[in-house]
């Protein structure tokens, strides 16, 4: 069936360096994927989303990657800082297929 | 920007007890909520599809006549846990899609914490 899933289950990183959280899908008709981050106690909120006819997409201080031939996404934090400690979580547009999830943990 | 809120934040009942769970898209209208579930270090798992006047879509292996789930207007939506159990107790999660839902982003509310004693 469709999956969405993580690479690794935590990551650690110094404060002030760059974070890459990876996420692989199985779906290759999958045309919307979207990045999450989840705080403790709270809903996930949006952080960036990007379309399958993009490879890449850039916020504020968040990049997005999407590699269409791997079925393989990323997000970039830039300059990680403590408030950037979570859950991360991908997600494709169907019916939104979670993936488990990436806690980041950010070092001062 | 778009924002669910969802009531109550935390609950806890006894066993045998039902429990409705609010959802409210308070800047938008949304023909459509989801409902998710969630267990501590787990991701979410959608349960159901809320249809605003229209019966819901139940993802398989949910129990529609124990997750009882309405969508009466197009800014609420509750999920109503019927006769609860202790194994019921989870984090219970409801979003919305703010327009053109096809291609937009969910917006989530922040969750209702149940605990069934």
């Not at chain 2, 159901?48 to 969508?71: C, M, P, R, W």
């Not at chain 2, 159990?85 to 989870?90: A, K, Q, R, T």
Request: aromatic letters at 10%.
């Amino acid at each position: 069936g469709e999956s969405v899933g993580l690479h690794l289950p935590t990551l650690s990183v110094q404060e002030g360096d760059n974070s890459i959280i990876n996420c692989a899908y199985s779906n290759s008709a999958s045309d919307y994927f979207i990045w999450y981050k989840q705080e403790s106690g709270k809903g996930p909120q949006f952080i960036i989303d990007i379309r399958s006819n993009m490879d890449k997409r850039q916020g504020q201080r968040v990049t997005v990657l999407l590699n269409k031939t791997v079925k393989h996404l990323s997000l970039q934090i830039a300059a990680t800082q403590p408030g950037d400690s979570a859950v991360y979580f991908c997600a494709e547009r169907g019916k939104l297929i979670f993936g488990q999830g990436t806690e980041l943990s950010v070092k001062p | 920007g778009a924002v669910v809120s969802q009531h109550p934040s935390r609950v806890i009942c006894k066993s045998g007890t039902s429990v409705k769970i609010e959802c409210r898209s308070l800047d938008f209208q949304a023909t459509t909520m989801f409902w998710y579930r969630q267990f501590p270090k787990q991701s979410l798992m959608l349960m159901a599809t809320s249809n605003e006047g229209s019966k819901a879509t139940y993802e398989q292996g949910v129990e529609k006549d124990k997750f009882l789930i309405n969508h009466a207007s197009l800014t609420l939506s509750t999920l109503t846990v019927t006769s609860a159990h202790p194994e019921d107790s989870s984090f219970y999660i409801c979003s919305a899609r703010s327009a053109g839902w096809y291609n937009s982003p969910l917006h989530f509310g922040n969750g209702t914490r149940l605990t069934v004693t």
